[in-house]
């Protein structure tokens, strides 16, 4: 219990501060990179599927 209260307060602490990155800004970026994800969704499962089936055939070999 006395860790939850912890990591609470920490988080509580992180959110309220002013110095840094804000919650505006992380908000943004996750948004740019989910804009990213969808628009290079083909070219990235392509990629992917090629990747594990090089490794397969190699461990394979192995």
């Given amino acids: 219990?006395?860790?939850?209260?912890?990591?609470?307060?920490?988080?509580?602490?992180?959110?309220k501060e002013e110095d840094g990155v804000g919650v505006v800004e992380v908000v943004l970026i996750l948004v740019?990179?989910?804009g990213l994800i969808v628009?290079?969704?083909s070219k990235l499962t392509v990629l992917l599927n090629s990747?594990?089936?090089?490794?397969?055939?190699?461990t394979g070999s192995l």
């Fill in 1 to 15: 219990m006395n860790v939850v209260k912890r990591i609470k307060g920490s988080l509580t602490r992180f959110l």
């Fill in 39 to 41: 628009i290079f969704k």
């Fill in 51 to 58: 990747i594990f089936s090089t490794i397969t055939q190699r």
């Fill in 32 to 34: 740019v990179l989910i």
